[in-house]
């Protein structure tokens, strides 16, 4: 199951030199998960209310910078989720430019998680989760 998230880079995502502020990369990472959880029927808020998460925070993430993007390109973001553990789930990211060049290739963690008298903790995924992308929407 892959889901692409688009991504026109505005002037307030660069740095002085033009270029992509790279932590603005992993913000649309975030968003591109969202999105890919809700390209099979789960978005995010439906995930809070259905199974009491408070979300799937980022534990653990890496990325390799290939090329800059800069002002006025549109990146298209193809995220897939590679592998579920008991409590977290991995996503990989390609970021492409319009000619489907490769900007930005990146993976992370997230833990499907819950919170209980003010304590985080990982909680095991649904199996009907783990079935939405096996089997899709």
Not at 17 to 45: C, R
């Amino acid at each position: 199951m892959r889901n692409v998230y688009e991504v026109r880079i505005a002037w307030g995502d660069c740095d002085p030199a033009g270029i992509v502020f790279y932590p603005n990369y992993f913000a649309w990472f975030n968003a591109a998960t969202d999105a890919l959880f809700a390209s099979v029927g789960l978005p995010l808020e439906q995930a809070m209310a259905r199974h009491g998460i408070v979300g799937w925070p980022m534990v653990d993430t890496r990325a390799s910078f290939r090329l800059p993007s800069r002002f006025g390109e549109v990146l298209r973001i193809e995220s897939h989720l590679q592998a579920f553990q008991r409590s977290s789930f991995e996503v990989r990211h390609r970021a492409c430019k319009a000619d489907g060049t490769l900007a930005v290739e990146a993976r992370d963690i997230r833990v499907w998680t819950s919170s209980e008298r003010g304590t985080l903790s990982g909680r095991r995924i649904p199996d009907e989760v783990r079935e939405l992308f096996v089997l899709g929407p």
